[in-house]
């Protein structure tokens, strides 16, 4: 197939990587993807967000699958541009897209499908937003409605200080107070052709820059797959993606697509696994980054397969989709600065001899090639991935290879999958 990659981080390098492992030759290209995709793709220079350049580069390139990695191009339309034209696409429509791009939005469909969520409040005032605090109680949860790249969430005991997060949003629109959910978090995808989902395995991500948790949230500092704590609360991991299928993913599904607006993509559940059971803090209509580095790399199953059929409707045919027994686990390697100001123009070294030790690939982010050189141009600059038969071998050559990596003032978490080992 002739398949086109839309984004340029880590998740469409291991989108890529994972057409590239499949045992059928694909010529893939990628829009605008950054130094490590240029070694496994054709780049194009073309806006990706532009629904009319993506549409008739698609047609002219007689590309047969389109993947939409960021959700930048799911809320300008593009997926719309293309389904019009009739080119498959694997990712929603700008209407359906909403279930991320609006918390309001996705709160009315979980409402209306019946999902377990965290109760909330939708305040429009400050007089609203104490009302609501008093409410819930602390821990405080204050959600800006729409997307703000991983800055519109605070959790705080600080009641002062949620109100002070509101206020900053309530300018823009209304803001979400939320109650507080305690337990682990798991990230689990699901493809959907808009009638029938398919689940992959579960992640985790670690969301806060600093290790054990510290520090600011970020778009995410390293993950691992899969969740053997899950089998110890439900018995096994198949029982658990089973339970959240059936309660969270197919409702949803069969709601949007009974409300006109069927979702084709990746709908990617974020969860909350509480004493009273899972429940949702948030859907994205995307591939999660940076979980899909950990979860791709154990599929068995051809992905293009997948989603091909997702684009095309005819996912009830495809089986669900295998997972290795192998583990993995990606350290995210970010600037200087990162999240608040990161330091571009770096250099960034060793990096043959990180992907040298067993096991280990990289998977670029914010990489560009400058004669001849690799250098870093923003905050998370690559995550290095590695596969082991345990968490310990994984981790051991997860760190291993992040050791060999040189880039002035880079930050890592060294504690990733820690907790399984
Ligand atoms: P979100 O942008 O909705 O994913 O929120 C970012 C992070 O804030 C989540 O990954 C959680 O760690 C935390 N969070 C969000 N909502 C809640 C909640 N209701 N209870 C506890 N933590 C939450
Ligand atoms: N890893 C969190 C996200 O992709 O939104």
Do not use: C
Not at 65 to 87: F, H, Q, T
Not at 192 to 206: F, I, K, M, N
Not at 218 to 228: D, F, I, K, R, V
Not at 298 to 311: N, Q
């Amino acid at each position: 197939m002739r398949i086109l990659v839309l984004g340029s981080g880590a998740r469409e390098h291991a989108i890529i990587l994972a057409l590239r492992d499949e045992a059928a030759h694909h010529e893939v290209f990628a829009a605008p993807g950054n130094a490590g995709i240029g070694r496994d793709a054709t780049l194009l220079e073309i806006d990706p967000d532009d629904p009319v350049a993506v549409a008739d580069y698609a047609i002219s390139g007689s590309i047969d699958l389109v993947i939409i990695g960021p959700e930048a191009p799911l809320v300008a339309g593009v997926a719309d541009a293309l389904r019009e034209r009739a080119i498959p696409v694997f990712g929603p429509g700008k209407a359906a897209a909403q279930l991320e791009g609006s918390k309001a939005f996705a709160k009315r469909v979980m409402d209306a499908a019946g999902v377990p969520t965290g109760r909330a409040v939708h305040a429009h005032s400050r007089a609203e937003v104490e009302a609501a605090l008093d409410e819930l109680g602390a821990p405080h949860v204050v959600k800006a409605d729409g997307l703000a790249a991983g800055k519109g969430v605070i959790v705080t005991t600080d009641r002062d200080a949620a109100l002070a997060h509101a206020e900053t949003y309530l300018p823009t629109g209304p803001v979400l107070v939320e109650e507080f959910l305690a337990g682990p978090e798991v990230s689990l995808f699901f493809l959907s052709d808009g009638d029938t989902v398919r689940p992959l395995s579960p992640a985790q991500d670690y969301k806060r820059l600093g290790d054990g948790d510290a520090g600011p949230n970020t778009g995410g500092m390293g993950a691992y797959s899969p969740l053997p704590w899950l089998d110890e609360r439900f018995g096994s991991e198949t029982a658990f993606v089973d339970l959240v299928t059936r309660e969270v993913a197919e409702p949803v599904i069969r709601q949007l697509d009974a409300e006109g607006t069927p979702f084709i993509g990746l709908l990617y559940a974020g969860l909350i696994v509480t004493e009273q059971g899972v429940k949702v803090i948030e859907f994205n209509a995307r591939f999660g980054d940076p979980e899909t580095q950990v979860v791709l790399p154990r599929l068995v199953d051809p992905l293009s397969e997948l989603l091909l059929a997702a684009a095309t409707g005819t996912l009830e045919d495809a089986p669900r989709p295998r997972f290795a027994d192998t583990v993995a686990v990606t350290v995210v390697l970010a600037s200087e600065g990162y999240p608040q100001a990161p330091i571009a123009g770096r250099p960034l070294g060793g990096l043959d001899a990180a992907a040298a030790v067993e096991g280990v690939h990289l998977a670029h982010a914010a990489t560009a090639e400058r004669d001849g050189a690799i250098e870093a141009t923003g905050g998370r600059v690559l995550n290095v991935v590695a596969r082991g038969s345990s968490f310990r071998e994984a981790r051991e050559r997860a760190y291993r290879a992040v050791g060999e990596i040189t880039l002035e003032g880079g930050q890592h978490r060294t504690d990733i999958a820690d907790r399984v080992v």
